[in-house]
C-alpha cells in the first residue's frame, strides 16, 4: 500500500478477526478499561493533569490476551521491518494504551515525533453499511493518513488523505511522522482501540543520551 507517490510508505493494514475471537477482543477491552481506571489521568495535556505525566503500557499486562497482541504486534513489525530495508536483528520497543472517542470526538491531526511507528487495533465501534462514497452514519471514524506533499502544495495532482474505514480487529501500523486524523465519531457508542508507539532499537548504532 502505497500513502504518496512521489513518497512512498509502507502500511500494514490487516484484519485480525481470524486471529482475535470475539471473546479477546472484550478481554483486550476490559483490561484496556481497568488500567484507565487506574489512570485517570492518562493521555491529558499538562495544563489539564496539574502534574507531571501519567500513562501506563499494557504489553507489560502479562494476561494471555495481552501477551497474544504483543506477539502479534512484533511478529508485523518484523515483516514491516524487512519490506522497509532494516536489517535482520533489528528490534523495537513499545508502549501501548486503549483510546475512547465517544460520540462527537475525533482525533485532531497530529504525528508522534518521538517513535518511529504508530499501530492502531480497533477493538469496537459502530457499524454501518457504508456504500460508494454516501456519508452515512458513522461516516466517522474513518482514520485520514495526510500526503504532506500535496497537503503543501495545490498543484500537485495527488489525493491528500488516504482514507482508513475501520472495523473491529483492524490492525493499521504507519510510520509515526505522517500527520493522521479520524473524522468525528457519529455513531452513538464509543469508538474503542488499542493505540502503541513503536521505536526501532538499532543494535549497529551505538547511540549515547545528550
Known amino acids: 500500500m502505497s500513502v504518496l507517490a512521489l513518497w512512498p510508505t509502507n502500511i500494514w493494514a490487516e484484519n485480525l478477526t481470524g486471529t482475535l475471537s470475539s471473546e479477546t477482543i472484550d478481554r483486550l477491552i476490559a483490561i484496556g478499561d481497568e488500567y484507565e481506571a487506574a489512570h485517570p489521568h492518562a493521555h491529558k495535556p499538562a495544563a489539564m493533569r496539574g502534574g507531571p505525566e501519567v500513562s501506563y503500557n499494557l504489553l507489560k499486562d502479562n494476561r494471555p490476551e495481552t501477551v497474544t497482541f504483543k506477539a502479534i504486534l512484533g511478529e508485523r513489525m518484523r515483516h514491516l521491518a524487512h519490506a522497509e530495508g532494516f536489517e ?123
Open 88 to 210: 535482520v536483528e533489528t528490534e523495537f520497543e513499545a508502549v501501548c494504551a486503549l483510546r475512547r472517542f465517544g460520540p462527537g470526538e475525533y482525533a485532531k491531526p497530529h504525528n508522534h515525533r518521538s517513535v518511529d511507528y504508530v499501530a492502531v487495533l480497533w477493538l469496537s465501534l459502530e457499524q454501518t453499511d457504508d456504500r460508494g462514497d454516501r456519508h452515512q452514519r458513522p461516516a466517522g471514524n474513518r482514520l485520514h493518513l495526510i500526503d504532506p506533499i500535496a497537503a503543501r502544495s495545490r498543484f500537485l495532482n495527488h489525493t491528500m488523505l488516504h482514507a482508513i474505514r475501520p472495523l473491529p480487529g483492524l490492525l493499521v501500523i504507519h510510520p509515526a511522522h505522517i500527520f493522521h486524523t479520524s473524522e468525528i465519531n457519529l455513531g452513538g457508542v464509543d469508538t474503542v482501540a488499542l493505540v502503541t508507539n513503536i521505536r526501532v532499537i538499532d543494535p549497529a548504532r551505538h547511540y549515547i543520551q545528550l
